[in-house]
């Protein structure tokens, strides 16, 4: 079956270290996202990707970083920077072309700096 | 910029009971607008959604109307089972932003036997 894959669903971390977020998709979007979660604030954007080797800030970027060397991948590094790291962590996905605009989502990846 | 506003939860239902969740936009032109359930511990799926004005969106006894003359896009279900807690979230996109959907703050839904 055709999805978003994040790993791991729930990691804890020590202050002052780096932890990355994996997001794999199989489903041939070209465009896909992160989306940062916390209690009563819905979801921000963090960062997005349209295509390949290209990505954008989005509204809450600072202490984040990300790469899309493959269409299936687009992993998220929460860096020491990164104030308040503990939130849920959100990955999607986004048909060729936009259509409506629908975004498919992964289950998550629950973060918690010790 | 583009905003959404929905109703603050959580909101506690008894099963068989209507459920509305007020849902209001800001956004330039004509956005796409969209309802999401989150269940517990888990990712976003799509609810229902709307493209243009007037359009129905509906699923799973849900349904939602896109009003362009208030803004708004409640979102409605007549008789509410236990298996609807989850919180709800609100969100739009855009026809300029590159896929990317504003979310409102999302409202929880507690529904009892």
């Known amino acids: 079956d055709g999805g978003i894959t994040q790993s791991p669903k729930y990691l804890f971390r020590k202050e002052g270290q780096n932890v990355t977020l994996s997001c794999e998709q199989n489903l041939n979007h070209d465009a896909m996202y992160w989306y940062r979660q916390d209690p009563g604030q819905g979801l921000r954007l963090i960062y997005y990707s349209q295509i390949v080797n290209d990505f954008q800030k989005g509204d809450i970027a600072e202490g984040y970083s990300v790469s899309r060397e493959k269409k299936e991948s687009f992993p998220l590094t929460v860096t020491s920077a990164q104030k308040n790291p503990t939130a849920f962590y959100l990955c999607?996905?986004?048909?060729?072309?936009?259509?409506?605009?629908?975004?498919?989502f992964g289950e998550g990846s629950r973060l918690t700096v010790l | 910029g583009d905003s959404v506003t929905q109703m603050e939860g959580p909101v506690t239902l008894s099963e068989e009971a209507f459920l509305t969740i007020n849902c209001t936009y800001t956004a330039t032109g004509y956005p796409s607008l969209f309802w999401y359930v989150q269940y517990p511990g888990e990712g976003l799926q799509l609810l229902l959604k709307a493209t243009k004005a007037d359009d129905k969106g509906s699923n799973k006894g849900f349904e939602a109307t896109y009003r362009k003359e208030t803004t708004s896009f409640h979102l409605e279900k007549g008789s509410v089972q236990v298996s609807d807690s989850a919180v709800y979230f609100c969100a739009l996109s855009g026809a300029d932003s590159w896929g990317k959907l504003q979310f409102g703050a999302g409202t929880q839904v507690v529904v009892t036997p």
């Open positions: 999607a996905s986004r048909i060729p072309g936009g259509g409506t605009g629908e975004l498919f």
